[in-house]
């Protein structure tokens, strides 16, 4: 309930309700502390901290390790871990209910990605490896904005899947990868042996869009411009 815990050089299994809020709350880790959160266990940030999970000195490598259920509600823009990894297992559950949730430490993801409707999931500056059989809900956003998303299997965005764009980074992926969403690609490189597939409409509106050794089927309406 304060910005004040702090783990320190400590590993934390954790089964239970962990709740980091109201106010500006948040928990501190030094000292390459680490957080399990178990199967069946939740930690719901209704905090307002820009870092509700935060390195606050010594050794960095922290590791945010999910196999239960993470559960964001506040409006906030906040950036989950600051430094260290993030690993989601399968059955696990990252739920963004609202707001904009940044992803800024190397990850890898299975389980569910839940972005609900309004709320934005940013992946930032590093890897992010999406395991081929990550689930992707909500009718929320994901942006690729920096770093890396490397596909693990072959995806395919729809209707039942957040909107999927890109601003920056590279999506890079040696399966099909596949877009029967309207598709905003304004920076950023696609790689990578896997098919590229569009079925929507597709607008390129900035100079900065690569598509590097890639094949691109599409079938939509595509934008250049303006």
Known sequence: TTTAPVLDSKTWDHFGVMTIGPGSARLNLTNNAIV???????IVISSTNVNPIAHAGGGSAHQLNNAGLIRRTSATTQTLLNTGTYTQSAGATLDVDTGTLNLAVPGTYAGTLNVDAGATLNLLSVTHAFDGGLSLTGAGSLVLASGTLSLGGPFTFGASNPLFSMTGGTLTSASAFTNNQAFNWSGGTITG????????????????PVLDSKTWDHFGVMTIGP
Do not use: D, Q
Request: aromatic residues 0%.
């Open 193 to 208: 042996a896997g098919l590229l597939t569009t079925n929507g409409a597709v607008s390129i509106t900035t100079t900065a």
């Open 36 to 42: 399990n959160n178990k199967p069946g266990a939740s």
